[in-house]
Antibody, heavy 116, light 107 residues
Framework: EVQLVESGGGLVQPGGSLRLSCAAS????????MSWVRQAPGKGLEWVSV???????YYADSVKGRFTISRDNSKNTLYLQMNSLRAEDTAVYYC??????????WGQGTLVTVSS | EIVLTQSPATLSLSPGERATLSCRAS??????LAWYQQKPGQAPRLLIY???NRATGIPARFSGSGSGTDFTLTISSLEPEDFAVYYC?????????FGQGTRLEIK
């Protein structure tokens, strides 16, 4: 059974940093496309970043230059390093595995709150 | 950047009724469109991919149609557990944008 468990969310001040983790089981992160999707409180879904099995990475314009997606194959874990955080980055962050180009399996999400 | 516009914003129906949700793309996405369902406090769930293919375990009452710029999600006979928010998403171009969602509520 595929399982994705996010962690690392919390309260951070504007300009601060946070690293989110997504521990996977039931499949191999490095062999799959993986993504981070976020949802601001009461709002819709926004695709943040994706990493392909070959290692290529892509980012939404809203986070480019501030966020970095990566993975640790030995830990079968996906990461999102978030720097220079802004109030508008406040959201639940979901990791998801991509199948046929779409987010197929999702984690439960982790809440990031950027506030002073 | 492709923009997806969903309509209506809110749909009020009763169990047993048929639901028709629309998603329109600002330019052609071919058949590269998916539908997700999200219930309060839960992660989204993939229902339909490539416009008309049901994901694993999705009941047959959910169906998708369309191509190019106009797409439809149909729920043939609403069950109580179907009341949720539905999002469309395209994968034709980066970024793989989502629509703003349609809230399906009990009338």
């Amino acid at each position: 059974e595929v399982q994705l468990v996010e962690s690392g969310g919390g309260l951070v001040q504007p300009g601060g940093s946070l690293r989110l983790s997504c521990a996977a089981s039931g499949f191999t992160v490095s062999s799959n496309y993986m993504s981070w999707v976020r949802q601001a409180p009461g709002k819709g879904l926004e695709w943040v970043s994706v990493i392909y099995s070959g290692g290529s990475t892509y980012y939404a314009d809203s986070v480019k230059g501030r966020f970095t997606i990566s993975r640790d194959n030995s830990k079968n874990t996906l990461y999102l390093q978030m720097n220079s955080l802004r109030a508008e980055d406040t959201a639940v962050y979901y990791c998801a595995s991509i199948k046929d180009g779409y987010n197929y399996d999702w984690g439960q999400g982790t809440l990031v709150t950027v506030s002073s | 950047e492709i923009v997806l516009t969903q309509s209506p914003a809110t749909l009020s129906l009763s169990p047993g009724e048929r639901a028709t949700l629309s998603c329109r793309a600002s330019q052609s996405v071919s058949s590269y469109l998916a539908w997700y369902q999200q219930k309060p406090g839960q992660a989204p769930r993939l229902l339909i991919y490539d416009a008309s293919n049901r994901a694993t375990g999705i009941p047959a009452r959910f169906s998708g149609s369309g191509s190019g710029t106009d797409f439809t999600l149909t729920i043939s006979s609403l069950e109580p557990e179907d009341f949720a928010v539905y999002y469309c998403q395209q994968r034709s171009n980066w970024p793989p944008a989502f629509g703003q969602g349609t809230r399906l509520e009990i009338k």
